[in-house]
């Protein structure tokens, strides 16, 4: 094991044992430098059998959690293999296992419940979008994270794998019995995204009943078998999800998902009081029917009246002062008529009239788009990637760093979806630096650095010479231009150290300042609004900021540079 107190690779200092495994010890660590906390999980060589195998698995791991980027799933920071171990530094993710709380306090409240296995839903459509699909295999309470804010994460990676649509069956049975769906045992086909389905419909079981069914009888009855109290709907959704044959189950993690929202509507005696409502209406169209004309002109106004009432929500929900009761009215239009686009772009206004989008915030808009993308998409592509452009600009400008990385899938949607080239090209600029976001001026293992300095000075260059528009929307380029001035600001040093040349630095700060003045000539004293205002004075302050620090050229650490 680690010492307490210990120093590792010169810059993680080990402050306790947060957890232990069958093969590992998790040890809470300070980067003292930084003043940040991580996790480092250490397999030690000594105490494991074949152990080339279990660092291969390990690297498996560590590999596919770098390439992720979602707020219920840890990141990467740093991998270490030494003589006597091998090391992973990554997230330390505050809270205790749910685990934990069902040994502590039993079976959890239904409405908590559903909450996180929303969130979990999140999270495993996330993966399974992944190119390949990635399949967990490994859902169950002890490695779900509850946090102190209420929001969960999920941990360890170490049964995950790629789908592959050419086997037929995994190679490897891994999971956890009673969780584990039955083809993770072998001779029942290959694992895919039902399998995860599965898997969390036994969490969702343990949680809400408190009896585990990785226990014997490994068995999973009805719900209201163990308390009547609960919910019938939340019962139906739960066997559907274990049914043994993958086609029985749901399909995807988008239909639990809604499932999931709408799990009151399952329950037996709200089916009751829509059947009666059913028959009431069935009734009333037959005495319709009997007067053909009358029949097709109740099929026209039954229309009008849809589309009067979505338009009627989205109108009250726009000239309403009070948050919830917009978000609310908006919220019943995407119900009504979900590939419609009013709702959704009224909502994001309603979440930015502070110009912030925070991480809860943003999980209330994604979840929303991400359940009726494929209506949205069939509607209206262009109308879809305009969408997609709105809500990635506000998570990379108007959030903090977790939120530029976040905005990288939605650019991804702009580039899938839009024709208009101009925004295909600066989706892609601004989607290569979401995606690297967190390596700019890290070093890897081996002292080189992981993104190219001149090729992250290109990519913000690109930004400044690219013309946005018809010139009339001057929000964006003002947004990208003090990005690009904190950029050269905050990361002078790994400019300088990445072989930029200081032409080249000033050259790109001239060019800012150029532009800048032609806006303000021509734009900013006509639109004086204190949003435009202040992203005019803010990128000056940061031009010259970086014009008096200029390029760093200190020795280069194994730390890396830059912030």
């Known amino acids: 094991m680690l010492e307490i107190g210990s120093l590792i690779d010169g810059k993680y200092k080990i402050l306790r044992v947060v957890?232990?495994?069958?093969?590992?010890?998790?040890?809470?660590?300070?980067?003292?430098?930084?003043?940040?906390?991580?996790?480092?999980?250490?397999?030690?060589?000594?105490?494991?059998?074949?152990?080339?195998?279990?660092?291969?698995?390990?690297?498996?791991?560590?590999?596919?959690?770098?390439?992720?980027?979602?707020?219920?799933?840890?990141?990467?920071?740093?991998?270490?293999?030494?003589?006597?171990?091998?090391?992973?530094v990554m997230d330390y993710i505050e809270g205790n296992s749910l685990n934990k709380a069902l040994e502590t306090s039993g079976a959890q409240s239904q409405e908590d419940v559903i909450e996180w296995s929303k969130q979990l839903c999140d999270v495993l459509g996330y993966l399974h979008s992944r190119k390949p699909p990635v399949i967990y295999r490994d859902m169950k309470p002890a490695n779900v994270m509850l946090k102190p804010d209420g929001n969960v994460s999920l941990i360890d990676f170490g049964t995950a794998r790629e789908f592959k649509s050419s086997s037929v069956e995994d190679t490897t049975c891994l999971g956890t019995q009673g969780y584990a769906a039955p083809e993770q045992y072998g001779g029942h086909g290959q694992t895919d995204a039902r399998t995860d389905i599965y898997c969390l419909g036994a969490t969702m079981y343990h949680l809400v009943t408190g009896h585990n069914p990785s226990t014997?009888?490994?068995?999973?009855?009805?719900?209201?078998?163990?308390?009547p109290a609960l919910s019938s709907g939340l019962e139906e959704i739960i066997i559907k999800c274990t049914q043994r044959n993958p086609n029985d189950r749901y399909q995807s993690c988008a239909e639990l998902l809604y499932a999931l929202d709408h799990y009151q509507d399952l329950d037996i005696e709200n089916k009751k009081v829509q059947n009666l409502k059913w028959k009431t209406f069935l009734v009333s169209i037959?005495?319709?029917?009997?007067?053909?004309?009358?029949?097709?002109?109740?099929?026209?106004?039954?229309?009008?009246?849809?589309?009067?009432?979505?338009?009627?929500?989205?109108?009250?929900?726009a000239n309403t002062t009070?948050?919830?009761?917009?978000?609310?009215?908006?919220?019943?239009?995407?119900?009504?008529?979900p590939s419609r686009f009013e709702a959704y772009t009224g909502i994001l206004k309603v979440l930015m009239s502070d110009d912030l989008l925070t991480l809860d915030e943003y999980k209330e808009i994604n979840g929303l788009v991400f359940k009726n993308e494929k209506g949205l998409i069939s509607n209206d592509r262009s109308e879809f990637a305009a969408l997609a452009k709105e809500i990635a600009d506000d998570m990379f400008f108007c959030s903090d760093g977790e939120g530029i990385l976040m905005s990288a899938n939605w650019y991804k949607r702009v580039v899938d979806n839009t024709s208009n080239q101009a925004d295909k090209d600066n989706a892609n600029h601004l989607m290569t630096i979401a995606n690297n976001y967190n390596n700019i001026g890290q070093m890897n293992n081996k002292g080189q650095m992981v993104i190219d300095a001149k090729e992250y000075f290109a990519t913000l260059t690109n930004l400044v010479d690219y013309q946005y528009g018809d010139g009339t929307n001057i929000l964006v380029p003002l947004q990208l231009y003090q990005f690009v001035a904190n950029q050269l600001y905050d990361r002078n040093d790994f400019f300088g150290k990445g072989g930029v040349s200081e032409e080249e630095y000033n050259g790109l700060l001239n060019e800012i300042e150029t532009k800048m003045a032609s806006i303000e000539v021509s734009e900013i004293y006509l639109n004086n609004t204190e949003r435009l205002r202040g992203y005019v004075d803010a990128t000056k302050d940061q031009l010259n900021r970086a014009r008096t620090s200029g390029l760093g050229r200190q020795p280069m650490t194994s730390e890396g540079v830059g912030g």
Request: aromatic share 10%; proline share 4%; glycine share 6%.
């Open 216 to 227: 014997p009888p490994y068995e999973m009855y009805p719900i209201r078998q163990w308390n």
């Open 19 to 88: 957890g232990k495994g069958g093969m590992s010890v998790v040890y809470q660590a300070v980067n003292e430098k930084a003043n940040k906390i991580w996790a480092i999980k250490e397999v030690r060589k000594d105490g494991v059998q074949n152990f080339e195998v279990v660092k291969q698995n390990l690297i498996v791991e560590t590999e596919l959690l770098k390439r992720f980027n979602h707020p219920n799933l840890p990141s990467i920071i740093d991998v270490i293999d030494s003589e006597d171990s091998f090391l992973i």
């Open 322 to 337: 009070e948050t919830d009761s917009s978000l609310g009215l908006y919220k019943e239009a995407i119900e009504i008529e």
């Open 286 to 317: 037959i005495l319709t029917i009997v007067m053909f004309v009358g029949a097709i002109g109740f099929k026209f106004g039954a229309n009008a009246v849809t589309a009067s009432t979505y338009d009627s929500l989205v109108n009250q929900a």
